[in-house]
Protein backbone atom coordinates (compact mmCIF):
# COMPACT_ATOMS: atom_id res chain seq x y z
CA UNK A 1 0.00 0.00 0.00
CA UNK A 2 1.56 3.31 -1.17
CA UNK A 3 1.98 5.56 1.86
CA UNK A 4 2.44 9.51 2.29
CA UNK A 5 3.48 11.38 5.15
CA UNK A 6 1.70 14.77 5.40
CA UNK A 7 2.77 17.50 7.85
CA UNK A 8 0.05 19.94 8.84
CA UNK A 9 1.24 23.29 9.63
CA UNK A 10 4.22 22.81 11.62
CA UNK A 11 5.22 26.61 11.50
CA UNK A 12 6.86 29.24 13.57
CA UNK A 13 3.91 31.25 15.12
CA UNK A 14 3.08 27.60 16.89
CA UNK A 15 6.29 27.54 18.37
CA UNK A 16 8.09 29.88 21.39
CA UNK A 17 7.97 33.82 20.67
CA UNK A 18 5.33 33.43 17.96
CA UNK A 19 1.70 34.61 18.12
CA UNK A 20 0.12 31.73 18.73
CA UNK A 21 2.83 29.33 21.03
CA UNK A 22 1.08 25.62 21.22
CA UNK A 23 2.00 23.69 24.25
CA UNK A 24 4.97 21.08 23.73
CA UNK A 25 5.11 22.46 19.59
CA UNK A 26 8.86 21.91 19.69
CA UNK A 27 9.17 18.47 20.93
CA UNK A 28 5.91 17.66 18.48
CA UNK A 29 8.46 18.68 15.90
CA UNK A 30 11.05 16.75 16.82
CA UNK A 31 9.23 13.49 16.68
CA UNK A 32 7.95 14.97 12.94
CA UNK A 33 11.00 15.15 11.88
CA UNK A 34 12.09 12.11 12.77
CA UNK A 35 9.22 10.61 10.85
CA UNK A 36 9.87 13.01 8.00
CA UNK A 37 13.86 11.43 8.08
CA UNK A 38 12.36 7.90 7.45
CA UNK A 39 10.06 8.90 4.53
CA UNK A 40 13.02 10.58 3.27
CA UNK A 41 15.24 7.82 3.56
CA UNK A 42 12.79 5.65 2.08
CA UNK A 43 12.06 8.15 -0.42
CA UNK A 44 8.46 7.84 0.47
CA UNK A 45 5.65 10.61 -0.58
CA UNK A 46 5.92 13.62 1.48
CA UNK A 47 3.62 16.75 1.51
CA UNK A 48 4.10 20.22 3.89
CA UNK A 49 1.19 21.75 4.42
CA UNK A 50 1.15 25.66 4.73
CA UNK A 51 -2.05 27.68 5.95
CA UNK A 52 -1.87 31.65 5.57
CA UNK A 53 -4.48 32.79 7.29
CA UNK A 54 -7.05 35.28 5.12
CA UNK A 55 -9.43 36.12 7.89
CA UNK A 56 -10.00 39.47 8.07
CA UNK A 57 -8.73 40.63 11.69
CA UNK A 58 -6.42 37.31 12.04
CA UNK A 59 -3.06 37.51 14.10
CA UNK A 60 -1.08 34.94 13.09
CA UNK A 61 0.11 32.92 10.12
CA UNK A 62 0.00 36.59 8.16
CA UNK A 63 1.04 36.05 4.63
CA UNK A 64 4.91 37.42 4.52
CA UNK A 65 5.86 37.09 7.12
CA UNK A 66 8.31 34.93 9.48
CA UNK A 67 5.59 33.46 11.61
CA UNK A 68 3.81 31.63 8.59
CA UNK A 69 7.14 30.07 7.36
CA UNK A 70 7.83 26.02 7.92
CA UNK A 71 9.46 25.31 11.33
CA UNK A 72 13.35 24.60 10.40
CA UNK A 73 12.69 21.19 11.90
CA UNK A 74 10.70 20.02 9.33
CA UNK A 75 11.56 22.60 6.45
CA UNK A 76 11.04 21.41 3.23
CA UNK A 77 14.05 20.02 0.52
CA UNK A 78 13.75 21.13 -2.81
CA UNK A 79 10.94 18.85 -4.60
CA UNK A 80 8.81 18.05 -2.20
CA UNK A 81 5.48 18.93 -2.10
CA UNK A 82 4.51 22.57 -0.57
CA UNK A 83 0.72 23.44 -0.06
CA UNK A 84 -0.99 26.44 0.99
CA UNK A 85 -4.31 26.46 2.85
CA UNK A 86 -6.12 28.58 4.50
CA UNK A 87 -9.15 26.39 5.82
CA UNK A 88 -9.00 24.11 8.84
CA UNK A 89 -8.97 21.01 6.39
CA UNK A 90 -5.81 20.42 4.42
CA UNK A 91 -7.63 19.12 1.74
CA UNK A 92 -10.08 21.99 1.01
CA UNK A 93 -9.17 24.33 -1.82
CA UNK A 94 -5.69 22.78 -2.07
CA UNK A 95 -5.24 19.93 -4.36
CA UNK A 96 -3.86 17.83 -1.59
CA UNK A 97 -6.22 14.79 -2.77
CA UNK A 98 -5.42 15.22 -6.51
CA UNK A 99 -1.88 14.76 -5.45
CA UNK A 100 -2.21 11.85 -3.44
CA UNK A 101 -4.65 10.32 -6.23
CA UNK A 102 -2.38 11.29 -8.84
CA UNK A 103 0.57 9.26 -6.40
CA UNK A 104 -1.63 6.24 -6.19
CA UNK A 105 -1.55 7.44 -2.32
CA UNK A 106 -3.81 4.58 -0.27
CA UNK A 107 -2.46 5.83 3.53
CA UNK A 108 -1.51 9.08 5.08
CA UNK A 109 1.09 9.19 7.80
CA UNK A 110 -0.31 12.48 9.61
CA UNK A 111 1.66 14.61 11.75
CA UNK A 112 1.26 18.64 13.00
CA UNK A 113 -0.53 21.54 14.70
CA UNK A 114 -3.35 22.40 16.58
CA UNK A 115 -4.97 18.90 17.27
CA UNK A 116 -8.26 19.84 18.09
CA UNK A 117 -8.32 22.34 14.57
CA UNK A 118 -6.42 21.24 11.38
CA UNK A 119 -5.61 17.74 12.94
CA UNK A 120 -8.63 16.46 13.32
CA UNK A 121 -10.57 18.25 10.89
CA UNK A 122 -8.16 17.60 7.79
CA UNK A 123 -7.64 12.85 9.15
CA UNK A 124 -11.56 12.89 8.97
CA UNK A 125 -11.70 14.43 5.84
CA UNK A 126 -8.93 12.18 4.57
CA UNK A 127 -10.78 9.44 5.80
CA UNK A 128 -13.91 10.34 4.40
CA UNK A 129 -11.82 10.41 0.80
CA UNK A 130 -11.18 6.61 1.55
CA UNK A 131 -7.14 7.21 2.98
CA UNK A 132 -6.36 4.69 5.48
CA UNK A 133 -5.00 7.26 7.64
CA UNK A 134 -2.41 7.30 10.84
CA UNK A 135 -1.65 9.68 13.17
CA UNK A 136 1.69 10.18 14.63
CA UNK A 137 0.13 11.44 18.07
CA UNK A 138 3.48 12.89 19.61
CA UNK A 139 4.44 14.37 16.56
CA UNK A 140 0.84 16.78 17.17
CA UNK A 141 1.20 19.86 19.37
CA UNK A 142 -2.18 21.97 20.78
CA UNK A 143 -3.05 24.51 23.20
CA UNK A 144 -5.34 24.53 26.55
CA UNK A 145 -8.63 25.49 25.73
CA UNK A 146 -11.49 27.07 28.06
CA UNK A 147 -15.11 26.06 27.93
CA UNK A 148 -17.61 27.48 30.10
CA UNK A 149 -15.00 29.10 32.11
CA UNK A 150 -13.30 25.57 32.77
CA UNK A 151 -9.64 25.18 31.34
CA UNK A 152 -9.11 22.26 29.59
CA UNK A 153 -4.98 21.23 29.26
CA UNK A 154 -3.73 20.83 26.21
CA UNK A 155 -2.91 17.17 27.14
CA UNK A 156 -6.00 16.46 28.13
CA UNK A 157 -7.26 18.03 24.54
CA UNK A 158 -4.85 15.85 22.94
CA UNK A 159 -5.61 12.91 24.71
CA UNK A 160 -9.78 13.50 23.76
CA UNK A 161 -8.87 14.11 20.41
CA UNK A 162 -6.52 11.28 19.74
CA UNK A 163 -9.03 8.86 21.61
CA UNK A 164 -11.99 10.20 18.88
CA UNK A 165 -9.64 9.45 16.54
CA UNK A 166 -8.02 6.61 17.14
CA UNK A 167 -9.96 2.81 15.41
CA UNK A 168 -12.60 4.55 13.42
CA UNK A 169 -10.62 7.89 11.35
CA UNK A 170 -7.04 6.79 12.10
CA UNK A 171 -4.45 4.65 13.80
CA UNK A 172 -3.04 6.76 16.45
CA UNK A 173 0.67 5.63 17.00
CA UNK A 174 3.82 7.10 18.54
CA UNK A 175 6.65 8.16 16.56
CA UNK A 176 8.25 5.33 18.17
CA UNK A 177 5.34 2.65 17.24
CA UNK A 178 5.36 4.09 13.58
CA UNK A 179 8.90 3.85 12.87
CA UNK A 180 9.55 0.46 14.10
CA UNK A 181 6.92 -1.18 11.61
CA UNK A 182 8.91 -3.26 9.16
CA UNK A 183 7.91 -1.02 6.42
CA UNK A 184 9.20 2.25 8.02
Same mark, same amino acid.
Given at each position: ? @?? #????????????????? &??????????? #?????????????????????????? #??????????? &???????????????? @????????????????? #???????????????? =?????????????? %? =??????? =??? %????????????????????????????????? %?????????
Amino acid at each position: M @KT #ALVLIDIQNDYFPGGRM &ELVGSLEASLR #AQEVLAAFRNNGGDIAHIQHLSTRPN #ATFFLPNTPGA &EIHTNVAPLAGETVLV @KNFPNSFRGTGLHETLS #ARQVERIVFAGMMTHM =CIDTTVRAGFDLGY %K =CVLIGDG =CAT %KDLTFRGRTIPANDVNAAYFSALDGMFAEVKSS %KEFLAEPSN
